[in-house]
């Protein structure tokens, strides 16, 4: 049983977002519990209290005391905590300490000093469990997304704690990884863990919860029961800044496209090293000025074909067509701009404020503080970028992006680890982009907000195109069965 009792916490030199007021709460042993709110109402800080990270990690004003089967949790080291509470983070990559899958599974059980043959089994057992036979043995930065995640999901249950933690774990996941994710939560469930899920996304965990707890401001607004949290109306849900348990009941806003100019690319193949084609794109013409959905399956060759039209990749030779003049590689280095999956790879300065002017031709404070407005980023204007939540450094990139004045600008899942709330202004920002006459590519495995700005669909799966369309009433169908057929 996890009890919290009277707990107040601030971070250290923060703002008051993400802190915890007057908590009193008891989890109860093998419940399935969800914590729900909008960016910044204490969610992941209340995961940081359970598994320990505060205060052993991150400092803090903490007062209270959160008890794990009557001891306190805050008192204790981490490596005692860990063999009770495990946890899974946003970005699995930023838990692993091996570099092959067998060893990551096999980290936990050694520092726990199982011995050998009794890791073996666990090993073997939990690979059954979780049906990643195949990914034993691999490098684990060889993975997709969805199997990385799935290795830190194997990598926690190997140690077989009583409690699991995870913090917005389907937010790089496409649907049918987000449904793996789904069948290994069940069989925790099944095994009578506790597992306590902060999360955006709620549609894949409507069927397992069994508590849904509504944070805001830091406080727990709302203590549902999953028949209560499930018996709420979408339009309820929205209101509470939440995305539906029903993806399907989002209001949609279809933008067809009006007859509009097209830009061409020719001959986009590429290849990774000891790999086969991984882009094999002849001929593309796509809306120019259009906000165009790149969907499929993870490992699909969304993002390889993303890079290839900004000249990321220097062995990509092909050629884009706009309005008549030919851009190579180099040429389309200028006149595109690429937000980043993982934003961290590019997050190169001291503060919000200085990401703002390095993307800009000539650097203008005024310009840069009206856009951090824009984003509700004013108030970490002064902040390191990496200081930043998931969802903070994600707005930040697309800052830069859109005071950059790029002419095309492409967007590698950019709501990842973001709420309803914000969802919603990248995709407003994304309809003033095409009002200005500029052309977004939106990498994305999220419904909600394709159905809420884009105006076209491209479809790529194993480096090919496997469809592409506007996105009108007919267009949208198309778009519900490829969700429908992955779910």
Same mark, same amino acid.
């Given at each position: ?59 803090? #004003?903490?007062? !209270?005391?959160?008890? /794990?089967? $009557?001891? %306190? *949790?805050?008192? +204790?080291?981490?490596? @005692?905590?860990? &063999? ?43 690979? #059954?469990?979780? !049906?990643?036979?195949? /990914?034993? $043995?691999? %490098? *684990?930065?060889? +993975?997709?997304?969805? @199997?990385?995640? &799935? ?50 996304? /709620? ?73 086969h084609d991984a882009l094999h794109i002849d001929s593309l013409s796509l809306p120019q000025g259009g906000i165009i959905a790149v969907i499929g399956h993870n490992g699909a060759g969304k993002s ?184």
């Amino acid at each position: 049983m996890i009890e919290l009792k009277n707990i107040n916490f601030r971070y250290t030199g923060g703002t008051d977002a993400g802190g915890l007021e007057n908590i009193d709460l008891t989890l109860p042993n093998g419940q399935v519990i969800l914590l729900c709110g909008q960016s910044g109402c204490g969610k992941t800080t209340l995961t940081r209290l359970i598994n320990g990270l505060i205060p052993n990690y991150y400092d803090g #004003e903490l007062t !209270g005391e959160v008890l /794990l089967n $009557g001891e %306190n *949790i805050s008192q +204790l080291p981490l490596y @005692e905590t860990a &063999k009770y509470v495990g946890s899974v983070f946003q970005n699995p990559r930023t838990q692993f300490f091996t570099v092959d899958s067998t060893s990551e599974l096999a980290f936990g059980c050694e520092n726990q000093g199982l011995s050998e043959n009794e890791i073996v089994e666990r090993i073997k057992f939990t690979a #059954e469990q979780f !049906g990643i036979e195949a /990914l034993m $043995g691999k %490098n *684990i930065f060889c +993975l997709s997304g969805g @199997e990385k995640q &799935k290795i830190a999901c194997a990598s926690v249950s190997v140690s077989d704690p009583p409690i699991i933690v995870l913090d917005e774990p389907s937010s790089n996941l496409d649907i049918s990884a987000t449904e793996d994710l789904r069948r290994m939560i069940q069989l925790w469930k099944k095994q009578g863990k506790t597992v306590v899920i902060a999360e955006h996304r /709620l549609y894949y965990l409507r069927n397992l919860i069994d508590r849904v707890l509504y944070l805001k401001d830091g406080k727990i607004e709302k203590d549902f029961s999953a028949p209560e949290a499930l018996a709420l109306s979408a339009e309820q849900q929205i209101k509470m800044g939440l995305r539906p348990f029903n993806i399907f009941e989002f209001p949609v806003s279809i933008h067809p496209c009006a007859d509009q100019q097209c830009f061409e690319c020719t001959s986009f193949r590429f290849s990774y090293i000891k790999q086969h084609d991984a882009l094999h794109i002849d001929s593309l013409s796509l809306p120019q000025g259009g906000i165009i959905a790149v969907i499929g399956h993870n490992g699909a060759g969304k993002s390889t074909f993303a890079r290839c039209l900004c000249g990321l990749e220097k062995h990509c030779k092909g050629i884009v067509n706009i309005n008549g003049g030919q851009y190579n590689r180099k040429q389309r280095l200028s006149r595109c701009y690429m937000v980043m999956q993982d934003v961290n790879h590019q997050l190169f300065t001291e503060s919000t404020e200085e990401e703002m002017l390095l993307s800009m031709k000539e650097p203008e404070p005024s310009k840069a503080e009206q856009m951090l407005k824009r984003l509700d980023l004013l108030p970490f204007k002064d902040r390191h970028p990496m200081a930043l939540s998931g969802g903070q450094k994600q707005r930040v990139a697309i800052a830069t992006a859109l005071i950059s004045n790029r002419e095309i600008l492409v967007f590698d899942e950019p709501t990842s680890g973001l709420d309803l709330q914000h969802m919603k202004e990248v995709a407003k920002e994304l309809t003033a982009i095409q009002d200005m006459g500029k052309t977004s590519l939106v990498i994305t495995h999220d419904y909600e907000l394709i159905v809420s700005c884009c105006t076209y669909v491209l479809h790529l799966e194993h480096g090919e195109i496997q469809e592409q369309y506007i996105l009108d009433e007919k267009g949208l169908q198309r778009l519900k069965e490829f969700f429908m057929e992955t779910r």
